[in-house]
């Protein structure tokens, strides 16, 4: 660990980071098209973390077929499942899976379980204030901060930043702890990787809003908080993250998103109800093919998320009944 | 009260003087002079004007500081910024509008590998360095659009006069260099952005994609409205009248019919947008960022572009103007952290407006009734305390109240019997610009209530009596006499309600705000005006661009704009309403006695 710390230090020393290559998109995935007689209303009931994502999302869609009415409305993960089973809503994006409670009560009331389409990858985030030095940390490190059980098996709980190996002004520094409300499917995803399903400190102020994670960590140096990926700003640094002591640590880059090395990477559900006996509306099945389209996954780079592959794409959408030729 | 307070000012000094004499020492004839002049101060009430002065001025600044702010910084994110170009001690290049600067304590890991030099100006400053935040722009080259730069890391900064900023359609700013653009297939090389050729390009490339865009939105859009209306029109059928009947099957016969009229009008309007649509992405433009990567784009795409450090005074606030016209007239783009802000304005004012409609005769019966007709009694107080009672209660809880009576219950029965069709996509069964408005009417119906009740008192009983026995009966008095002088009263507690209601956000959330909604509550389709749809509001935006957009750093000037708008939008209501109550109090105050 100590050589990576070394080199982390090299490389990052100066520039706070070396200027970013743009993320290429699956050159697999098919433009759009649109389709004619696509008209209707839809709503989205979900996620916050996906809030802007899926606000592009249907801008991208509503540039094409200008008299669809798309309304979005993002408190937190959990909201998704009831305003689908209430068709109260026709995607309800998650930042995490459905669990097998929300699942079985889909299933009771349709008879079939709901459809799932994974939008985006994200990497969750770790961030600390730009002036930290901290260069790596280890998920057991992170559950021994965030958590008051360490189930993650690291031997003390952590509370200064001295206990992390920095010295100087840090080394006595108290860490102040940022995270999201329990409504939240970060929240949820943190808990159950991060924090090896334990539970979090009391300490930890809970933010209504994934962006105001990073304002707060923005805001006090000796902070520490989890966001999404896609809500860095110029005042917080991604901590590169190990999954086990004496391991390498990973960036959140989309190569390593992508290959499963960074530890907290994950997928951004949308879930819907499609029956498998009917065939889907059309206005749903071209929001469908609009997600999975160049378009559409170009709205995740420009969200801060990372695009999925078409061999992604194909897999979710054989699942729903349909093709990329549409039908 | 004066009388109260005078023999317990005189008694206190008294009481000083006795207590001092008891403890033996006898006080120097300076402290005692002092003492007198401090006696003399409290008996006048001095003190007690020192405070309430006081108290005045720190609102008074409080209120000043927070308007000031929000001005500065809300007038002054539009106004155009120089673009730095900073070479670091790498020899890598930077280019950005300086947006802040900060200082810092240099950290030991980054010390270490500064040159000695650098280390001992570091020391001789305690540690500490200067930083400079640029907003880089280039997102979609570089993943970012903001960057740290320490002053020791600059070894040069220059402001070159052919930087450019090209505000885009999508993925945010660019800032860097006009190379060419592509005019009638052939590629015509440009520097100076200035150039009348590249303006003229430019014009017509921004007029094609608007145009393109009214074609999708106003014409297609019909089309498909008037497509969806046919599809409804066979669901009721189908839903009214058994399978097999004659006016199914004549509905059925009807729908393809009409069907296929509007897919055919559909098509010739989208080969016209798409033809439109390939002279657009056949313009490009070419721009290279500062490292000298390109980026080609149609010029189309390109909102605004000006050389940032070549640009004087009057092209300045030429250019400040147009963004502001942009701001209050588009509509929002790149999930709300650019473009305008329309339809939040939109919403804003007509719920307000919607508001005052709704709360005004509520409240102004209501106050009638308890005022004029109820007899005086425990009923009555009890319902005057309660009145009083429900300002009291949180505003979010009236949001819940909202979307589980209006929405749920009462828009769900409207939904059931008159729009069956639409189900299961609710009409007015979901949030909308009327429940919001009927929520926030409760909110504020108890200071409209309250204010006219005040100034039905206040109209004197000479009045009222005089009326009476001219013969007029009690409502033709309330009608005549009491009514027309108390509205200026009336209007203050309308006023006062607006004021409420337009700050309010916490029950919209639940009562049919949206992130984002592409269609204004009113448009050219029957009935125009459509106040089931959910809405935009500025109160809102600000909390979603502050809290809940990718990028912060980004989205706070817009903040503040978006709040300075907002508190204009009160004082351009509230002064309106002002007026028509001075002008209404001039009309009366000539038929007083």
């Not at chain 2, 080609?296 to 030429?318: C, E, H, M, S």
Request: glycine share 8%.
């Amino acid at each position: 660990m100590k050589k990576v710390l070394l080199a982390g230090i090299a490389a990052i020393a100066l520039s706070s980071h070396a200027f970013a290559q743009a993320i290429q998109i699956d050159p697999l995935l098919p433009n759009y098209t649109p389709v004619s007689g696509i008209s209707g209303s839809l709503k989205s009931v979900g996620s916050d973390t996906m809030n802007n994502l899926m606000t592009l999302w249907a801008e991208g869609f509503l540039a094409m077929y200008p008299n669809v009415r798309i309304e979005i409305e993002g408190k937190g993960s959990s909201t998704a499942p009831p305003a689908l089973i209430a068709g109260t809503a026709q995607f309800g994006p998650m930042s995490r899976e459905m669990n097998q409670r929300e699942r079985d009560a889909f299933q009771q009331r349709f008879g079939y379980p709901p459809a799932v389409i994974r939008g985006a990858i994200d990497a969750l985030a770790v961030y600390v204030h730009k002036d930290n030095p901290i260069r790596c940390l280890t998920l057991q490190q992170v559950d021994a901060i965030f958590s008051k059980t360490r189930r993650g098996g690291h031997p003390t709980d952590i509370t200064t930043w001295g206990q992390l190996g920095l010295t100087g002004e840090w080394a006595t520094r108290p860490i102040s702890l940022y995270g999201r409300n329990s409504a939240s499917g970060t929240y949820g995803y943190f808990k159950e990787v991060a924090l090896f399903r334990g539970d979090y400190k009391d300490q930890v102020k809970e933010q209504p809003g994934s962006s105001t994670v990073v304002q707060g960590v923005a805001s006090d140096r000796f902070a520490i908080g989890y966001s999404g990926i896609g809500y860095k700003t110029a005042d917080v640094r991604a901590v590169p993250l190990a999954s086990r002591p004496g391991e390498t640590c990973y960036d959140a880059t989309v190569e390593n998103a992508v290959s499963g090395d960074y530890p907290l990477a994950r997928f951004l559900y949308v879930y819907t109800n499609a029956n498998p006996n009917q065939q889907m509306d059309p206005l749903r099945r071209e929001f469908i093919r609009f997600i999975f389209s160049r378009q559409g996954q170009e709205a995740t780079i420009k969200d801060g998320y990372f695009p999925i592959t078409r061999a992604i794409a194909e897999d979710d959408m054989k699942a729903m009944g349909l093709s990329f030729a549409g039908n | 009260m004066a009388m109260d307070a005078i023999p317990s000012e005189t008694a206190s000094p008294g009481r000083d003087r006795t207590a001092l004499l008891r403890g033996g020492t006898r006080p120097s004839p300076r402290l005692l002079e002092r003492k007198t002049r401090l006696i003399d101060l409290k008996a006048e009430g001095q003190p007690n004007l020192w405070l309430l002065g006081g108290a005045l001025s720190i609102a008074i600044v409080m209120i000043l500081s927070l308007v000031l702010l929000v001005l500065w910084n809300g007038l002054a994110t539009f106004w155009p910024k120089p673009i730095a170009v900073v070479t670091l001690t790498d020899g890598s290049l930077v280019a950005g509008e300086p947006s802040r600067t900060a200082t810092f304590r240099v950290g030991q890991e980054v010390l270490a590998t500064l040159p000695p030099e650098t280390q001992a100006e570091i020391a001789a400053n305690g540690g500490y360095a200067n930083r400079t935040l640029y907003r880089t722009g280039n997102f979609d080259l570089y993943g970012d659009d903001f960057r740290w730069v320490a002053d020791f890391q600059t070894r040069a900064k220059e402001f070159p006069r052919d930087m450019v900023l090209f505000e885009r359609q999508e993925w945010g700013v660019f800032v860097g260099r006009l190379a060419s653009f592509v005019r009638d297939g052939r590629t015509v090389t440009v520097t100076d952005p200035w150039a009348d050729e590249v303006r003229q390009a430019h014009r017509i490339a921004r007029d094609r994609f608007l145009q393109i865009r009214t074609i999708q939105r106003v014409e297609i859009g019909e089309v498909n409205h008037y497509l969806e209306s046919e599809r409804l029109r066979l669901r009721k059928a189908a839903l009214r009248y058994p399978e097999g009947s004659r006016e199914l099957e004549a509905a059925r016969a009807r729908f393809v019919e009409r069907e296929a009229f509007y897919q055919r009008r559909f098509e010739e309007l989208s080969a016209r947008a798409q033809a439109l649509m390939r002279e657009h992405e056949a313009e490009t433009v070419t721009l290279v960022e500062i490292g000298g990567r390109e980026r080609v784009q149609p010029l189309g795409t390109i909102v605004r572009f000006y050389p940032a450090n070549d640009v004087n005074f009057l092209q300045k606030l030429g250019i400040y103007g147009s963004r502001w016209l942009e701001f209050l007239t588009d509509e929002p783009r790149e999930a709300n952290t650019e473009g305008g802000i329309l339809p939040a304005l939109f919403g804003t004012v007509a719920l307000t407006l919607l508001l005052v409609v709704f709360v005004t005769p509520f409240g102004v019966i209501t106050a009638i009734y308890l005022r004029e007709y109820a007899k005086q009694g425990k009923l009555v107080s009890a319902v005057r305390v309660s009145v009083n009672n429900l300002a009291g209660v949180p505003s979010i809880v009236y949001g819940v109240f909202g979307v589980g009576f209006f929405a749920y219950t009462v828009g769900g029965s409207i939904d059931a019997l008159f729009y069956p069709e639409k189900l299961p996509s609710p009409t007015f069964g979901t949030g909308g610009l009327l429940w919001a408005a009927l929520t926030l009417a409760l909110l504020t119906v108890p200071v409209v209530i309250v204010a006219s009740e005040e100034a039905l008192a206040a109209v004197p009983r000479s009045m009222r009596e005089g009326s009476l026995a001219c013969g007029a009966s009690k409502w033709q008095t309330i009608r005549y006499i009491v009514l027309p002088r108390a509205l200026p009263g009336i209007m203050t507690g309308v006023i006062l309600a607006m004021a409420r209601g337009a700050g309010e956000v916490a029950p919209l959330m639940l009562v049919g705000v949206v992130k984002l909604a592409p269609e204004l509550p009113i448009d050219g389709f029957f009935p125009f005006i459509h106040l089931e749809r959910s809405f935009m509001h500025l109160g809102f935006h600000i909390f979603d661009v502050g809290f809940q957009s990718r990028n912060s750093e980004a989205g706070k000037p817009m903040v503040y704009t978006t709040t300075l708008l907002l508190i204009f939008l009160i004082l351009v209501m509230n002064l309106t309403a002002i007026t028509i109550r001075n002008r209404l109090k001039r009309k009366f105050a000539g038929s007083q006695f």
